[in-house]
């Protein structure tokens, strides 16, 4: 036994000794080429091509990688042997999709082809300006030289077209949000996302039905202008307005616009992005037919008008906490920038449009301004469907009258009316009934605060007039009135 032991030690020496050996003759870079070129001697003699699809090129996310995602996902669970499963956050649905490094069979216009989920770790990074994910992913796609020609492009054009339509049909919408401080995840990506799944749509959404049936027929265009746009050399994208009141609905406008396009909401906290480069580069990760969204775009950053420089030029205002300038967010919309992608809209929403600057609000940019006002009764029957399932028929005749003469001189917003029909909603005559109440009690103050306003301004009007005709002799005129004692001792004599 011992001399097995010994024997064993002497031979492991002895490979030790042929390893040191071949790497003195052979160095890592020789070794490499050589498997460099063994390789290329094989794919040169092999029957099949390979063409690698990586998650990230360049700065950008691969849309054809993500294609190729969902559409495999559509039937690995079918045809797969190993899958990987996955469950989003407050999502009902559950994913699959290849495991890492597994392979799946997939058959078009008669040719077989095979993919293979590439995952690689990456190397420990050192300091980099741009850090990368932990893992490199991919897929390659493996099939026979002679078939190249004849499906390559018709097939990737296939996947495309069917993940497009696996998105629409697809429930679940996600809403993305920035990184704190401008942090990048696990994967490299600056966004967070949730599923989305806010019920608004524009069947209950509170506001004219003409208003609303000019917004959807935009919006259709739109999304069906590709080759319009192309043909008349514009950026496919289009910018919305939303101003007015708080509580007049411009979230739920949103939330109906993406459910109606089933789009992704990206949802820009302008207060978490510290330059415009940083700003360029959360662009640049958008996914098409999406929504950029900017809430309270006044409140946000100092974007409010530009001042006038001494030459009379308009310049940005500074902000010490936040290096975002006006050019920044309006390259952002409509520079050269904002043509990186496709299909995109922006939206931005306010409660005072006159704080914002002109140039924001041009054609090109805001292309179209939606005024959310308070409720008219057109939105208020909506409302009474929407909480108590009323239909026009259902009301009295008075009272729809009553309510149509109330809503036209209060002004409540549609929220407003929904918290009380919420609160009531187990008794519709109570929250009807409530209701009207609210609004003639709303309609009397404000005649009581109109009538008080125009008495006030009545009086000051009065009181600026005695000051103009006070201070009016000593302008303009070198001789004073004469007062209306002299009057009475001209009429005297």
């Known amino acids: 036994m011992k001399e097995y032991w010994s024997y064993l030690a002497s031979l492991l020496g002895v490979l030790a ?13 020789l070794r490499f080429l050589s498997l460099k070129f063994l390789s290329r001697i094989f794919h040169l003699f092999s029957s099949y091509c390979y063409f ?15 294609a190729v995602q969902l559409y495999l996902s559509s039937f ?19 994913t699959f999709g290849l495991s890492n490094n597994d392979c799946i069979i997939d058959t078009f216009g008669g040719v077989t082809v095979l993919w293979e989920h590439v995952v690689i770790q990456r190397q420990s990074q050192t300091f980099t300006w741009r850090p990368l994910p932990d893992e490199k992913r991919g897929f390659t796609l493996r099939m026979k030289k ?9 097939y990737l054009d296939y996947i495309m077209d069917k993940s497009n339509e696996i998105r629409r049909n697809n429930q679940d919408r996600l809403l993305y949000t920035n990184s704190r401080g401008g942090s990048l995840d696990s994967r490299g990506h600056p966004w967070e996302s949730v599923p989305f799944k806010h019920p608004s749509t524009f069947d ?22 590709q080759s319009f746009y192309h043909k008349t050399g514009r950026a496919w994208k289009r910018g919305y307005l939303l101003y007015g009141p708080p509580g007049t609905g411009k979230s739920s406008m949103i939330a109906a616009i993406a459910n109606y396009l089933s789009y992704d909401i990206y949802d820009l906290e302008l207060t978490e992005v510290h330059n415009n480069s940083e700003l360029r580069k959360l662009l640049m990760k958008t996914s098409s037919k999406s929504i950029i969204v900017i809430e309270d775009i006044d409140c946000s950053v100092n974007l409010t008008n530009r001042k006038k420089n001494n030459k009379g030029n308009y310049c ?7 290096s975002i300038t006006l050019s920044g967010l309006l390259n952002f919309t409509d520079g050269l920038w904002s043509c990186c992608g496709s299909e995109r809209i922006f939206v931005f929403t306010t409660n005072h ?41 259902d009301l009295d005749c008075n009272v729809s009258k009553e309510l149509a003469e109330a809503v036209d001189m209060v002004e409540m917003t549609p929220a407003d009316i929904s918290e009380i029909l919420i609160k009531n909603r187990s008794d519709k005559q109570k929250a009807v009934g409530e209701l009207l109440e609210t609004m003639k ?44 004692k002299e009057e009475n001792v001209k009429k005297m004599k």
Do not use: W
Request: charged share 30%; aromatic share 6%; net charge negative.
């Open 17 to 29: 000794f042929c390893q040191t050996l071949l790497q003195l003759i052979f160095p890592p870079e």
């Open 76 to 94: 690995v669970s079918i045809n797969g042997s190993r899958l990987s499963l996955t469950r989003a956050l407050n999502s009902s649905a559950i």
């Open 316 to 322: 940005d205002p500074e902000d010490g906490g936040n």
């Open 441 to 484: 009690t709303r309609a009397e103050g404000n005649m009581k605060r109109g009538s008080l306003k125009e008495k006030i301004s009545d009086e000051m009007e009065d009181e600026e007039q005695e000051k103009r005709a006070l201070e009016s002799p000593k302008e303009g005129s070198d001789f004073e009135q004469p007062s209306k």
């Open 353 to 393: 449009i006159d704080k914002l600057d002109p140039a924001l609000l041009r054609s090109g940019r805001m292309d179209m301004h939606i005024y959310m006002s308070y409720c008219s009764y057109p939105a208020l029957k909506i409302l009474l469907k929407n909480y108590l399932g009323y239909e026009e028929s």
């Open 204 to 225: 209950t959404l509170a506001m004219h039905p003409v208003k609303k049936q000019e917004i959807m027929h935009d919006l259709k265009d739109f999304a069906n202008g």
């Open 146 to 154: 002679k078939d190249k020609a004849l499906i390559l492009h018709s």
């Open 52 to 66: 690698d699809i990586t998650e990230i090129d360049g700065v950008n996310t691969n849309e054809l990688y993500n």
